[in-house]
């Protein structure tokens, strides 16, 4: 790597827009090549309105074939759900195979103790029901979400036949807190990049700050999309000049931020993707 490149970072003021916990590793990592996090939770999460369809589906889980992970808080939240039930995502007799939507997500399956056969190339929900294609055929999938998730990854597994069981693991909320003095420096230009892991951090910011705040960013920091579903979401919220990170991984945003501020000023790095 180029000193250039090892250098970028330092002094470099970086919005995460996840929650404190989630935002632990990534922000320790970027303090240690000298940049300065900021935890901006714009996304929280809660438990379902209604349990009843995830725990029928947990007692009944030795019935289907796959169960698609599409978040390390979907991992999570059926993980928990199990405990409260005192019952075993996988049992000895069971034929359930798990995939995983990315990386981050495989990671935290296997910290769960889940064994996971598949994790997506494209790290989509749609790219994933493509890439195992014929195996979903006549299947019967388990596909615990959070009460927001876009619909396209359904549609594509029952187009390549899955028998879809679509049931609401958690709810997806805009905090009802959000530091305001933080929000005002990211609005006046006070800020470097700014992080977005999630289309729901898309909505909920330009909520509290307006579309056209958060198009007026792109001239004035990197915005920041992690993983191609929000950067979809930042395209259709008007952001034509955010900086993609490749997947979800810590890695992978820390590369995709250090390869922009390396370049600023100069042509695009042949490794840094433009939504």
Known sequence: MDESRLKSLAGKRIVITRSAAQSEAIARELTALGAIPVVLPLVSFAEPEDFAPLDAAITDIQRFDWMILTSAQAVRSV????????????????????????PVTAEAAQQAGLPVEYVAGTHTGTGLAEELGSKLAGAK????????????????????????????????????????????????????????FSPSAVQ????????????????????????????????????????????????????????????????????????
């Open 79 to 102: 993980v928990k759900r199990c405990e409260d039930l005192k019952r075993k995502v996988i049992r000895e007799d069971s034929k359930l195979r798990i995939a995983c939507v990315g």
């Open 141 to 196: 999938v388990l596909l615990p979400r959070s009460d927001r998730a876009n619909p396209d990854l359904s549609v594509a597994l029952k187009r390549h036949g899955a028998e879809v069981s679509e049931v609401i693991a958690y709810r997806t909320l805009r905090p009802k807190a959000v530091d305001e003095k933080n929000l005002s420096q990211i609005a006046s230009g006070e800020t470097d990049a700014i992080l977005f």
């Open 204 to 275: 909920h910011f330009a909520e509290l700050l307006g579309g056209e705040q958060l198009r007026l960013l792109q001239g004035r920091l990197a915005v920041t999309a992690v993983g191609p579903v929000t950067a979809n979401a930042l395209r259709q919220a008007g952001v034509s000049r955010a900086v993609v990170a490749a997947d979800t991984s810590s890695a992978a945003v820390i590369e995709a931020l250090e390869m922009h501020f390396a370049g600023a000023g100069k042509a695009a790095p042949a490794g840094v993707k433009r939504a």
